[in-house]
């Protein structure tokens, strides 16, 4: 099997191209999603959640205000957080492998693959850019969305220029969606044709 990793900044289409992925029957794991999902109703995070940041939990789920006002700006916070979530999502990633060992490829959709580490157990990685304009378009079109939130954010990540020196292949998103799909037909179709 052989396991891509797709990462990008905020902003960059990720999940756009992960889709372009799905669509091209190559199984994807989304690791955001996997969060949400340890966070939401009946989550497996929530009570070691709730042990340490008291008052950000509920029966329907996360705070994710509350959680967000004690972990923004704080990194201690933030690597307890990441100590309870890390080992759940690598867990939940390690179940998708095993589910799908059968298929040629898989896509690991990883929004910190190189900061923390998971490109080591990739074959491959993608990295989804676009020029900061369109970026910072699409980021400050979100709900809620500030530019002090959106600056932060960018912060906390890997520069671009530094994601695209490390990647495998560089899937551009600002110039159109068939310009996109086209890129991800190529990677798709080089995967059927020569392997990793």
Known sequence: MIIIGLTGS???????????????????????????????????????????????????????EKLGAQVFGNPAALKQLEAILHPLVGEAQSNFLARHRLKRAVVLDVP??????????????????????VQRARVLA????????????????????????????VIETGRGRRVTWMAVRRVVERLRREGA
């Open 142 to 169: 979100r709900p809620g969305m500030t530019r002090a939130k959106f600056a932060a954010i960018l912060k906390s990540q890997m520069p671009d220029a530094e994601k695209r020196r490390r990647a495998d292949v």
């Open 10 to 64: 905020i902003g960059m289409g990720k999940s756009t191209v992960a889709a372009m992925f799905e669509r091209s029957g190559i199984p994807v794991f989304d690791a955001d999603a996997a969060v949400r999902a340890l966070q939401g109703p009946g989550g497996r995070a929530l009570p070691a959640i709730e042990a340490i940041f008291a008052g950000t939990t509920h029966a329907g789920g996360l705070h994710r």
């Open 112 to 133: 910190l693959l190189f900061e923390k580490g998971g490109w080591r157990r990739c074959d491959l990685t993608i990295v989804v850019s676009a020029p900061l304009r």
